[in-house]
């Protein structure tokens, strides 16, 4: 329907919806947005990990790619980042439909609007969400940012996603630079079909 068209003209004015000459190991023919867009509508798995050099645009291009079915959830390591990603993530979009992405970094400090369907957020914000079975129900994705980090609050929240992603429908991208491919894989019991690892994108991806 018209919903379904105007999502898709939003997501095909980001950056990295038109980086087609993305030279990626086990893509080498189709984008980086095509092959991780088809690894969820093939159903190859639930949880994707994503290694994607810095500067690939992974933490502000690729949570849009999502938007228009249930809700995105981007975590962050820290409130600065949280918000930073946001502010970004809404400049890419212009005027066109910036309530479609809000930001969650404090019990008072939100802002989300009625039909926002991508949430910046902190580690701490999402390990206290997790906790109500019916905001778990309005999930689709939850995106794991700068995984690297390995802060406690982000232990907490690995354990507890693998607890609950076994009951429940969303998918799970866990992505980084430096991402440890073989500690995460065996966490979740994945193999090299869960991995997508993006080395280089055109000049015009940031």
């Known amino acids: 329907g018209l919903t379904f068209i105007k999502n898709l003209l939003i997501k095909t004015i980001l950056p990295v919806w038109r980086a087609n000459k993305a030279i990626m190991p086990k893509y080498p023919n189709i ?75 404090g019990k008072l400090e939100t802002k989300r609007r009625k039909g926002t369907s991508l949430i910046y957020m902190t580690e701490g914000i999402l390990i206290h969400l997790l906790n109500d079975p019916t905001y778990i129900k309005k999930i689709g994705y939850i995106i794991l940012d700068e995984v690297h980090e390995r802060t406690i609050y982000m232990d907490i929240l690995l354990a507890k996603i693998k607890q609950l992603i076994e009951h429940n429908d969303f998918k799970l991208i866990i992505m980084s630079a430096t991402i440890d491919i073989k500690k995460f894989s065996n966490f979740f019991d994945l193999n090299d079909n869960n991995v997508i690892e993006i080395n280089k994108i055109q000049k015009n991806i940031v």
Request: aromatic share 10%.
């Open 31 to 105: 984008s980086p947005v095509q092959a991780i867009l088809n690894y969820f509508e093939e159903g190859k798995g639930n949880i994707l990990l994503l290694k994607s050099a810095t500067g690939t645009g992974k933490t502000t291009q690729i949570p849009p790619l999502f938007i228009g079915g249930k809700l995105v959830i981007c975590t962050q390591p820290r409130i600065q980042n949280a918000f930073g990603a946001w502010e970004t993530t809404t400049g890419q979009y212009n005027n066109i439909k910036s309530n479609l992405i809000g930001y969650h970094v």
